[in-house]
DNA sequence: AAGGTTAATGTTTTT
DNA sequence: CATTAACCTT
């Protein structure tokens, strides 16, 4: 019966069985923190605390949502039906459903995504008359983005979070943008949160029935949760206080998306009576990859703290963490591609190996290397499912066919495919609509009975109001999966994509199935609509192991035997604009994300730094980055320039007071370098010698670039070769 | 309305 | 350098 408590080491039992009152447990990396969580969940049930739809349990991502639910399950013995188990955003959804009323929303309102959202503030800029160069739509965003973390309303900004945007003119515009999206019957993802804890605060009533309902409540990563996130839970939990949050603040790296390290800092003052557990045992790296993470995170002060020691029995043997120097970074694609090429010798399976970068640009070096060597890679991140181009089409199609007055839905597909409506039928749309107050489609539609277009506008209008109109006719009897199928063969956009020649449209039109077949596990196309904005994700289509490629923040919470973190330099890593515009603190969440990175390794963690680097196309002289220096000696194997380079970081920090080359265009104090001379080796090809190419044939070499050739072939014309695929001739 | 040219601009992105 | 959005031309 409760046998899966022993399986538990003291401190994570501690936090499973701290059922009562508030908790906080830190879990650092590795050391059993879902284990806990879900095995908290199912021990509140097992002894009979609570049903399961009592328990209100919160991740941040779907992926862990998706987790946490089959992990109760298991231990269950059951499917987890009926429980409030999902990312902040969309349990809010399904709050906010009910009471949309209470904030001017209808329940069916459309949730809309990064680009709906542009666009309607794009509308909204140019009724104001802002100048859009000056003032960009996207930083306006981000400013009201900020401001409904924080949990402020228009009403609620005060003069001492007034944006200098616009000359001031932000609240205004926010202002207005909450009168169009409550026109649209549209929520971004941000009024969500913000929407309902108004009417949590507004209606005592409303609260009092969820105190009744949940009795417990669950969250996962709460160190990256912001402001209105933390009100929300704080609302909740207010009766009976008995909230577990879960998280680590050395891993908090989320701040430039409002996420408040504070809130977990704060986490005993503001509960009273809060008790903390940790959980340090770590038992998924090794001694040394464990110990140079906790000397490099020592480093940081606004931390709660907290040690990790190794909890594996084999912990203490293992490589120490390599710190390699390179002479640039082409030569740490080479290295790295080596490495893994000699590790896959030696038995290492491609799927325990990552490389971790901090910016996505970085990736294509060593995608082009592992090109080269054959060897198989995804890079993970990139666009979501949900917003590929023709997912979002295929959407908006949904929208337009089911909500008659989504106008942001009906902009976007009324000229997809092409049906020759330009700028003066949008323009003549737009004027009706606003002149009888009717939405985009009704004006269309009146337009089009007026006689008022012609010609090819006319037809493609026409044609296109009347297929809304049949399919919205035919869902309740043919079903949503059915009418979806309808809705994309006879509009002609399946059709579009197959006229398509380009590379990406057979992908494309996988796409679009993969979407209808999605279809089919909703009760309802609503249903699904909202699944689809909150919850989408890229599901790999994995065949055979590969390399992993990714951006440090894409990492977290992963694993790997073997971990590559190339491009440890000032301004890169730590990157410059995180120090300039979050200064010392912007400083902690770099060395953060370097601990996140570290952390990821089981087994071996290969550190990089090149001497050189080519930055927007001219090379620059780039210095090893701080964190380095930080790594205890013990812990670090040091090979290449990396020690030697200590030195002339110093230097160069005080000849250049303290800035970097690194530093973007318009603040750099030093002309880039030309690319410095490299010694020659041994075998390297000369000018003017005289080369065959298996595919091109004879040449002459023109230039030299480390391992790239210029060369004039006789017959193939001037080509850049890699010097390993061209030998001496004659 | 489509195609071609130029200028700006380069982090991280769980929803 | 390389990508993208805005602009200009037919």
Same mark, same amino acid.
């Given at each position: 019966?409760?046998?899966?408590?022993?399986?538990?080491?003291?401190?994570?039992?501690?936090?499973?069985?701290?059922?009562?009152?508030?908790?906080?447990?830190?879990?650092?990396?590795?050391?059993?923190?879902?284990?806990?969580?879900?095995?908290?969940?199912?021990?509140?049930?097992?002894?009979?605390?609570?049903?399961?739809?009592?328990?209100?349990?919160?991740?941040?991502?779907?992926?862990?949502?998706?987790?946490?639910?089959?992990?109760?399950?298991?231990?269950?013995?059951?499917?987890?039906?009926?429980?409030?188990?999902?990312?902040?955003?969309?349990?809010?959804?399904?709050?906010?459903?009910?009471?949309?009323?209470?904030?001017?929303?209808?329940?069916?309102?459309?949730?809309?995504?990064?680009?709906?959202?542009?666009?309607?503030?794009?509308?909204?800029?140019?009724?104001?008359?802002?100048?859009?160069?000056?003032?960009?739509?996207?930083?306006?965003?981000?400013?009201?983005?900020?401001?409904?973390?924080?949990?402020?309303?228009?009403?609620?900004?005060?003069?001492?979070?007034?944006?200098?945007?616009? /000359?001031?003119?932000?609240?205004?515009?926010?202002?207005?943008?909450?009168?169009?999206?409550?026109?649209?019957?549209?929520?971004?993802?941000?009024?969500?949160?913000?929407?309902?804890?108004?009417?949590?605060?507004?209606?005592?009533?409303?609260?009092?029935?969820?105190?009744?309902?949940?009795?417990?409540?669950?969250?996962?990563?709460?160190?990256?949760?912001?402001?209105?996130?933390?009100?929300?839970?704080?609302?909740?939990?207010?009766?009976?206080?008995?909230?577990?949050?879960?998280?680590?603040?050395?891993?908090?790296?989320?701040?430039?998306?409002?996420?408040?390290?504070?809130?977990?800092?704060?986490?005993?003052?503001?509960?009273?009576?809060?008790?903390?557990?940790?959980?340090?045992? /770590?038992?998924?790296?090794?001694?040394?990859?464990?110990?140079?993470?906790?000397?490099?995170?020592?480093?940081?002060?606004?931390?709660?703290?907290?040690?990790?020691?190794?909890?594996?029995?084999?912990?203490?043997?293992?490589?120490?963490?390599?710190?390699?120097?390179?002479?640039?970074?082409?030569?740490?694609?080479?290295?790295?591609?080596?490495?893994?090429? &000699?590790?896959?010798?030696?038995?290492?399976?491609?799927?325990?190996?990552?490389?971790?970068?901090?910016?996505?640009?970085?990736?294509?070096?060593?995608?082009?290397?592992?090109?080269?060597?054959?060897?198989?890679?995804?890079?993970?991140?990139?666009?979501?499912?949900?917003?590929?181009?023709?997912?979002?089409?295929?959407?908006?199609?949904?929208?337009?066919?089911?909500?008659?007055?989504?106008?942001?839905?009906?902009?976007?597909?009324?000229?997809?495919?092409?049906?020759?409506?330009?700028?003066?039928?949008?323009?003549?749309?737009?004027?009706? &609509?606003?002149?009888?107050?009717?939405?985009?489609?009704?004006?269309?539609?009146?337009?089009?009975?007026?006689?008022?277009?012609?010609?090819?506008?006319?037809?493609?209008?026409?044609?296109?109001?009347?297929?809304?109109?049949?399919?919205?006719?035919?869902?309740?009897?043919?079903?949503?999966?059915?009418?979806?199928?309808?809705?994309?063969?006879?509009?002609?956009?399946?059709?579009?994509?197959?006229?398509?020649?380009?590379?990406?449209?057979?992908?494309?039109?996988?796409?679009?199935?993969?979407?209808?077949?999605?279809?089919?596990?909703?009760?309802?196309?609503?249903?699904?609509?909202?699944?689809?904005?909150?919850?989408?994700?890229?599901?790999?289509?994995?065949?055979?192991?590969?390399?992993?490629?990714?951006?440090?923040?894409?990492?977290?919470?992963?694993?790997?035997?073997?971990?590559?973190?190339?491009?440890?330099?000032?301004?890169?890593?730590?990157?410059?604009?995180?120090?300039?515009?979050?200064?010392?603190?912007?400083?902690?969440?770099?060395?953060?994300?370097?601990?996140?990175?570290?952390?990821?390794?089981?087994?071996?963690?290969?550190?990089?730094?090149?001497?050189?680097?080519?930055?927007?196309?001219?090379?620059?002289?780039?210095?090893?980055?701080?964190?380095?220096?930080?790594?205890?000696?013990?812990?670090?194997?040091?090979?290449?320039?990396?020690?030697?380079?200590?030195?002339?970081?110093?230097?160069?920090?005080?000849?250049?007071?303290?800035?970097?080359?690194?530093?973007?265009?318009?603040?750099?104090?030093?002309?880039?370098?030309?690319?410095?001379?490299?010694?020659?080796?041994?075998?390297?090809?000369?000018?003017?010698?005289?080369?065959?190419?298996?595919?091109?044939?004879?040449?002459?070499?023109?230039?030299?670039?480390?391992?790239?050739?210029?060369?004039?072939?006789?017959?193939?014309?001037?080509?850049?070769?890699?010097?390993?695929?061209?030998?001496?001739?004659?």
């Amino acid at each position: 019966m409760t046998d899966y408590l022993t399986r538990l080491n003291a401190e994570q039992r501690e936090a499973v069985e701290t059922i009562d009152g508030p908790l906080l447990v830190l879990a650092g990396a590795g050391t059993g923190k879902t284990r806990v969580l879900t095995t908290r969940f199912a021990h509140i049930l097992l002894s009979r605390r609570a049903f399961p739809n009592q328990i209100l349990a919160v991740t941040f991502t779907n992926k862990a949502a998706r987790e946490m639910r089959e992990r109760v399950a298991a231990i269950l013995g059951e499917p987890a039906e009926g429980l409030w188990l999902g990312t902040f955003h969309a349990l809010c959804a399904r709050m906010l459903r009910r009471h949309a009323e209470h904030v001017g929303l209808a329940s069916n309102f459309s949730i809309l995504d990064t680009d709906d959202q542009l666009r309607v503030l794009k509308q909204v800029m140019e009724a104001e008359r802002i100048d859009q160069k000056r003032w960009t739509p996207a930083s306006l965003m981000a400013t009201i983005q900020r401001w409904k973390d924080r949990g402020l309303t228009p009403a609620r900004i005060g003069t001492a979070d007034e944006s200098d945007f616009a /000359n001031g003119r932000a609240t205004a515009l926010y202002e207005a943008y909450q009168a169009r999206l409550r026109v649209l019957n549209a929520a971004d993802f941000g009024d969500l949160m913000l929407h309902m804890v108004e009417i949590l605060l507004a209606h005592p009533d409303i609260l009092a029935q969820y105190h009744r309902a949940f009795r417990y409540i669950l969250v996962d990563e709460y160190q990256d949760t912001n402001l209105v996130q933390y009100y929300w839970l704080r609302l909740l939990a207010q009766s009976h206080k008995n909230i577990c949050c879960v998280g680590d603040d050395d891993q908090s790296i989320y701040s430039w998306r409002g996420a408040e390290v504070e809130n977990i800092l704060r986490f005993e003052k503001d509960f009273e009576g809060a008790r903390i557990v940790r959980l340090e045992a /770590n038992y998924r790296s090794t001694a040394h990859i464990l110990a140079a993470a906790s000397g490099l995170i020592a480093h940081n002060e606004g931390r709660l703290g907290k040690t990790l020691r190794p909890g594996r029995s084999d912990a203490q043997q293992g490589e120490k963490v390599s710190v390699v120097g390179v002479w640039d970074s082409d030569e740490e694609a080479r290295m790295v591609g080596d490495r893994i090429e &000699s590790l896959r010798r030696s038995g290492e399976s491609l799927d325990e190996m990552a490389i971790l970068v901090r910016a996505g640009f970085q990736t294509r070096s060593f995608e082009e290397r592992l090109i080269v060597l054959g060897v198989p890679y995804r890079v993970v991140g990139g666009l979501r499912f949900y917003e590929r181009q023709e997912i979002r089409d295929a959407i908006a199609y949904l929208r337009a066919t089911v909500r008659p007055a989504d106008d942001l839905a009906f902009e976007r597909i009324v000229n997809v495919p092409r049906r020759g409506i330009g700028d003066v039928a949008m323009r003549a749309m737009h004027d009706t &609509s606003r002149a009888e107050g009717i939405p985009l489609a009704a004006a269309a539609a009146l337009l089009h009975q007026r006689g008022a277009l012609k010609g090819k506008v006319r037809d493609g209008i026409g044609e296109l109001l009347q297929g809304l109109m049949r399919w919205r006719d035919t869902l309740p009897s043919e079903g949503h999966v059915v009418v979806a199928g309808m809705i994309l063969d006879e509009s002609g956009y399946t059709e579009m994509w197959k006229q398509d020649k380009s590379v990406e449209a057979p992908g494309r039109l996988e796409n679009l199935k993969e979407l209808v077949r999605a279809l089919a596990d909703f009760e309802t196309l609503e249903g699904f609509l909202d699944h689809v904005s909150l919850v989408m994700e890229n599901e790999e289509n994995a065949q055979g192991p590969r390399v992993s490629l990714m951006t440090l923040h894409g990492a977290k919470g992963l694993e790997f035997d073997t971990v590559f973190l190339p491009g440890w330099e000032e301004g890169v890593f730590p990157n410059q604009r995180s120090m300039d515009e979050g200064g010392a603190k912007g400083l902690e969440e770099e060395r953060r994300l370097a601990y996140v990175g570290l952390t990821r390794a089981r087994q071996r963690a290969i550190v990089s730094h090149a001497d050189n680097r080519r930055i927007y196309g001219n090379w620059q002289r780039s210095i090893p980055s701080r964190f380095l220096e930080e790594l205890p000696d013990d812990e670090v194997n040091v090979t290449g320039s990396a020690s030697l380079a200590r030195d002339s970081r110093i230097a160069a920090a005080t000849s250049f007071s303290g800035q970097f080359p690194l530093v973007a265009r318009r603040t750099r104090v030093i002309e880039a370098w030309e690319q410095p001379a490299r010694p020659a080796r041994p075998d390297a090809i000369p000018v003017g010698s005289r080369v065959f190419h298996q595919k091109f044939g004879h040449g002459t070499v023109t230039s030299v670039d480390d391992d790239k050739l210029d060369v004039a072939f006789d017959k193939a014309g001037d080509k850049r070769v890699l010097d390993r695929f061209v030998e001496k001739a004659g």
